[in-house]
């Protein structure tokens, strides 16, 4: 205890030192058709002797396009009733990025886990890509101080970047993820046979986060992407089911290594490519997706470094051919909005800086698999960078005639 305490200047001060150390576990499984009765990784990961309160918040795609996945899931509570009592019939939620623009589903959900009774001693399972992911993730993070969260990601996207780690959130004012949580899950399942059911772009557009964590961390897994664009785009499971493993690997591996898993300093790597990505979601209204978006990032970040004469330029193209051959986006329009004589791009950085806190810091990278961090922007390179971007789309749009 430090005491300073001194009658004659009238100051008083006392300091009780609080210092304890908790260590949080979860287990990230990947396993095929997960509501099979002959599958035990659920009633494994409940770990349970006595019955257990569920509520499900279900992706109402992934309802739909799953024909029996309802009859699937009420024959799986059925088989292990001892352990599971699954309160109502899974909750649904429509997916996409307007589901986080919205309190009212919030409130929604706080109301169906007072309804029902659900404490700390329950579990919440949200079965959805990563806009369900974080707007349910947020609510159990809240109601009680903590329910038990059991997240089973859905798309490429939330398997190999989102449902992993330990952020959850909602966009307010305009600006993603604004209100939010740190707050680790119980368990992660990434069941790939529930990535079939996934639109095409859907499923391309999660290999984004794929390329980012390879750019920053991991030049073997880039490579690995790069000679197997055709074998992505068709959905070949050998390849793509190891990509979404090694890419959720590695950003596993990254928040619990890494010393700042509740990200206190201003570093962070994972968000690469994101802080003009998250302005181009919001300035797009959200008709591009995150992924896309992510691309679109990545490509502005990497031809910023290549402009800078930090990265060579074979890595440059390999990067940028790779996202192009993946059918995702180099460049959008909202990267050459103006206003007030001023590219509005660049009002992500700062609102970028304001989410981190602290001095803005931005990751580069000066080859592939190596980053460099930055506090330093030069705008004239970025504007020059989207100038160079704007017309490789244009050339790409007129071959494509
Ligand atoms: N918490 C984090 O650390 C973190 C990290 C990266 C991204 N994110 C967030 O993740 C979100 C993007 O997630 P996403 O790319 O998974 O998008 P998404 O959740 O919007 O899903 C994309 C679309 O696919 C549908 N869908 C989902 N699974 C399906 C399935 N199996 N079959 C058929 N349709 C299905 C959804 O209804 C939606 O229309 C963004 O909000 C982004 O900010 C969070
Ligand atoms: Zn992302």
New binding site residues.
């Given amino acids: 205890m430090n005491v300073y305490y001194s009658i004659k200047n009238i100051k008083y001060m006392r300091t009780i030192r609080q210092s304890f150390q908790v260590t949080f576990k979860y287990n990230i499984i990947f396993t095929h058709d997960i509501f099979n009765i002959k599958n035990s990784t659920l009633i494994k990961t409940l770990n349970t002797k006595n019955k257990k309160k569920i509520i499900i918040f279900i ?4 309802y ?3 024909e029996n996945i309802n009859t699937k899931i009420k024959d799986y509570i059925k088989n292990n009733e001892k352990y599971i009592n699954l309160v109502c019939d899974p909750i649904l939620i ?4 307007k ?2 623009n919205h309190y009212n589903l919030v409130k929604y959900a706080y109301k169906l886990i007072d309804v029902y009774k659900i404490c700390r001693q329950s579990y919440v399972l949200a079965i ?7 707007l349910i ?1 947020f609510v159990a993070s809240t109601a009680h101080r903590g329910i038990k969260l059991i997240r089973i ?6 398997q190999d ?9 909602i ?1 307010f004012t305009n600006k ?2 604004f209100i ?1 949580s740190f707050s680790t899950p119980y368990a992660v399942i990434n069941d790939f046979n ?6 095409d772009e ?1 499923f391309i ?2 290999f984004s ?1 794929a390329i980012k964590v390879s750019l920053i961390k991991d030049k073997k897994l880039f490579f690995l992407i790069k000679n197997n664009t055709n074998e992505i785009l068709n959905r070949e499971k050998k390849i793509t089911e190891k990509i979404i493993y090694e890419c959720a690997k590695i950003h596993a591996k990254h928040i619990s290594k890494k010393g700042d898993p509740f990200e206190v300093k201003s570093s962070r790597p ?1 968000d690469f490519g ?1 802080w003009a990505a ?1 302005k181009i ?1 919001s300035l797009s209204k959200y008709k591009i ?3 896309k978006s ?1 691309a679109i990032g990545l490509a502005l970040d990497c031809t910023y470094s290549y402009l800078l004469k930090l990265l060579k330029k074979d890595d440059w193209k390999n990067i940028i051919t790779t996202i192009i051959k993946l059918t995702l986006p180099i460049y959008s329009k909202e990267l050459s909005f103006i206003e007030n004589n001023k590219n509005v791009i660049f009002n992500g950085l700062e609102e970028f800086r304001e989410h981190l806190g602290g001095k803005l810091t931005i990751t580069l990278i000066k080859s592939i698999g190596e980053k460099i961090e930055t506090h330093h922007i030069n705008k004239n390179i970025y504007e020059k960078s989207i100038k160079l971007l704007k017309k490789l789309n244009n050339t790409i749009k007129n071959a494509n005639k």
């Fill in positions: 992706d109402k795609n992934v739909k396009t799953n429509t997916g996409g990025e589901i986080k959805g890509g990563g806009t369900l992911l974080d993730g990601p859905t798309t490429t996207l939330s970047d989102s449902g992993v780690g330990v952020k959850n959130g966009n993603k993820n939010g529930l990535l079939n059911s996934l639109k859907n557009e999660g986060e994972l994101h998250h979601e997706s995150h992924g992510v």
